[in-house]
């Protein structure tokens, strides 16, 4: 029995979902009412974050996908070449900042759960704040390093990601409106 796998959506979640399937040899067809990359992918900030998730699934599933993405942008680059542009992923951290007294336990109180989980979440001094960011206020009364914090220019890999499971074999359909299921009898 060859199985099929219908993607909703055509965003980064549904590209990458379906190059995952096709290059698992998987029959994937991704249906997008506009076209791809169209929707919130083309809206966001493209941050790759687990400084904004506390212990959990959401978390789990965060560190997985920052430990993958190194490995994805390297992938894409390699498979597409020149045929699109970089999709900028830039492993550049993040930082959490305070600038009040009443802020600053609840911060630091948030990145030791998430050190029990395994990110990496470092308190950092406001000199050291100030060096990883100049023009921040200096004010700052709690800061916390987070490394494995990235980011990538979001259209441009959700069109990379889509053309990758195009070229394993994935159908990419735009123009095209799910209403709802078609139950076969």
């Known amino acids: 029995m060859?199985?099929?796998?219908?993607?909703?959506?055509g965003g980064i979640v549904g590209a990458a979902c379906a190059r995952s399937l096709a290059r698992s040899g998987i029959r994937v067809?991704?249906?997008e009412r506009a076209a791809v990359a169209s929707g919130t992918s083309a809206q966001g900030e493209g941050n790759i974050l687990v400084s904004d998730k506390g212990p959990g699934a959401e978390l789990e599933l965060a560190q997985l996908a920052a430990r993958r993405w190194p490995e994805v942008a390297a992938e894409l680059a390699d498979e597409?070449?020149?045929?699109?542009?970089?999709?900028?992923?830039?492993?550049?951290?993040?930082?959490?900042?305070?600038t009040t007294d009443e802020g600053a336990d609840p911060l630091l109180a948030f990145a030791a759960t998430q050190r029990s989980a395994g990110v990496d979440a470092i308190p950092v001094?406001?000199?050291?704040?100030?060096?990883?960011?100049?023009?921040?206020?200096?004010?700052?009364?709690a800061?916390?390093?987070?490394?494995?914090?990235?980011?990538?220019?979001?259209?441009?890999?959700?069109?990379?990601?889509?053309?990758?499971?195009?070229?394993?074999?994935?159908?990419?359909?735009?123009?095209?409106?799910?209403?709802?299921?078609?139950?076969?009898?």
């Open 2 to 9: 060859t199985r099929h796998v219908v993607v909703v959506g």
């Open 29 to 31: 067809t991704v249906v």
């Open 80 to 98: 597409l070449g020149d045929a699109l542009p970089s999709i900028e992923y830039e492993p550049k951290g993040g930082l959490v900042v305070t």
């Open 125 to 141: 001094d406001r000199r050291r704040a100030l060096e990883l960011e100049p023009w921040l206020n200096p004010a700052i009364t």
């Open 143 to 185: 800061a916390v390093y987070y490394p494995e914090d990235a980011q990538v220019q979001p259209a441009i890999a959700t069109e990379a990601l889509a053309a990758s499971a195009r070229r394993a074999g994935a159908v990419v359909r735009t123009g095209v409106e799910v209403t709802g299921p078609i139950l076969d009898a």
